[in-house]
């Protein structure tokens, strides 16, 4: 038996190309060129590089301006925010007001990727939202002013906006009207049941599925994706995380998209060529990549 540590073997390549529309090349084992390389193998020829604090953005637009295939999405992530405020130092910030925290270090943070998010290479703002799984009361007053910054952005960048939703489907739902979504925002590991898809569909939301709609516990996803519109689709890793069955426990890399695309296909009942054309296309509407 291989140990948890071992990566999966590569699956059989797919036949029609498409992407994985977010991945955090930067959390992975290998160089980039490694990465990149393996999954090109097996037909996942583009990914969205996604930045979860103020560094790694940086370094996801770095990475999306040295490679064709690397497409950018900067944020700070719902749990970065509160983070922030009550002063975690990271060492990026300006002399001071970084370690000094609150809402001027929030704001400072929040500049900066608005900053990244201007440049052309940059196609998504995200991964932000609400988290309500690992922050409590304290923090969702930093959370939602930090989520209604990023709307904002993603609306004056014309970028697609990446939300992170964890046991906040109401809220986030509610921020979305309250502010108004960006004309393309996709629901990055798509976490909510059948009625939520229903009506994430009403409003033209993508809905991006990853590993974990592999998952024996997961019906609420299988039946979610059933009845999502197959033209707001999209698929990912989440990589190094959510790896999917059978090889839950082990290294999530973009290479194995296809086993998700593959589960997706037979939740769905359609051919997985089909599917994966239209999860290219859906890919290429959201983040023109």
Known sequence: MPSNAEAPPLPEPLRVPVADSHTHLDMQSGTVEEGLAKAASVGVTTVVQVGCDVRGSQWAAETAARYDAVHAAVA?????????????????????????????????????????????HVKGVGETGLDHFRTGEEGKAAQEHSFRAH???????????????????ADVLRILKEEGAPERTVFHCYSGDAEMAEECARNGYFMSFAGNVTFKNAQNLRDALAVAPLELLLVETDAPFLTPAPFRGRPN???????????????????????????????ARAFGC
């Open 151 to 169: 709307i904002e952005m993603a609306k004056r960048h014309g970028k697609a906006l990446v939300i992170h939703d964890r046991d906040a489907h």
């Open 76 to 120: 700070l992530h719902p749990n970065e925010a509160p983070r922030i405020v009550h002063g975690d130092p990271d060492g990026w910030s300006r002399q001071g007001a970084r370690e000094a925290g609150g809402a001027a270090a929030l704001d400072e943070a929040l500049a900066e990727i608005d900053r990244l998010a201007a440049l052309p």
């Open 253 to 283: 890399a973009p290479y194995l998209i296809p086993v998700t695309v593959r589960a997706m296909a037979a939740v769905r009942g359609v051919d997985e060529d089909t599917l994966a054309g239209a999860l290219a296309a859906n890919t």
